[in-house]
């Protein structure tokens, strides 16, 4: 299964999960109308998640900018693809707010909202699988030398 289908997969969980429930009546204020491509915005909060799920000296070691990444991965899919996507970060964004800011990832781990748990988790594999999926990510992987 292609990284980008394994996120899509949990963002499609995600949205049933949050058409089944009102998640305390703040869904509707954070309702969201999302464009099909990655704006500024959306990237900077990509990268600032990003820059809390993965450490620094390996993001300036290998010069990968997440943000972009992701807008590269979305490209490849459907315009369906890149519209859940886009509104799932726009919502995210939004949450972020509640669960400190660009650490929503992190925090979300410890609410007592499924969903909002399931929005952590899918956060930190959209960025995880943008970082690892690009090639200059294996320098940082020690492959040990054959033995004779």
Same mark, same amino acid.
């Given at each position: 299964?292609?990284?980008?289908?394994?996120?899509?997969?949990?963002?499609?969980? &995600?949205?049933?999960?949050?058409?089944? #429930?009102?998640?305390?009546?703040?869904?509707?204020?954070?309702?969201?109308?999302?464009?099909?491509?990655?704006?500024? =915005?959306?990237? @900077?909060?990509? =990268?600032?998640?990003?820059?809390?799920?993965?450490?620094?000296?390996?993001?300036?070691?290998? !010069?990968?900018?997440? !943000?972009?990444?992701? =807008?590269?991965?979305?490209?490849?899919?459907?315009?369906?693809?890149?519209?859940?996507?886009?509104?799932?970060?726009?919502?995210?964004?939004?949450?972020?707010?509640?669960?400190?800011?660009?650490?929503?990832?992190?925090?979300?781990?410890?609410? @007592? &909202?499924?969903?909002? #748990?399931?929005?952590? @988790?899918?956060?930190?594999?959209?960025?995880?699988?943008?970082?690892?999926? =690009?090639?200059?990510?294996?320098?940082?992987?020690?492959?040990?030398?054959?033995?004779?």
């Amino acid at each position: 299964m292609e990284p980008l289908e394994e996120i899509l997969q949990e963002i499609n969980s &995600f949205e049933t999960q949050l058409s089944r #429930r009102s998640f305390l009546g703040a869904a509707l204020l954070i309702a969201v109308a999302a464009d099909v491509s990655l704006g500024k =915005d959306d990237k @900077r909060f990509i =990268d600032a998640v990003a820059g809390t799920l993965i450490p620094a000296t390996a993001l300036q070691t290998t !010069g990968i900018n997440v !943000g972009q990444n992701v =807008d590269r991965l979305l490209q490849s899919g459907s315009a369906d693809h890149r519209r859940k996507v886009t509104r799932f970060l726009a919502w995210s964004q939004r949450a972020s707010i509640l669960y400190g800011g660009e650490k929503v990832a992190l925090n979300a781990r410890g609410s @007592r &909202f499924m969903l909002v #748990r399931k929005m952590g @988790r899918t956060l930190s594999s959209l960025c995880l699988i943008a970082f690892w999926a =690009d090639e200059r990510a294996l320098a940082l992987i020690d492959v040990p030398e054959e033995r004779m």
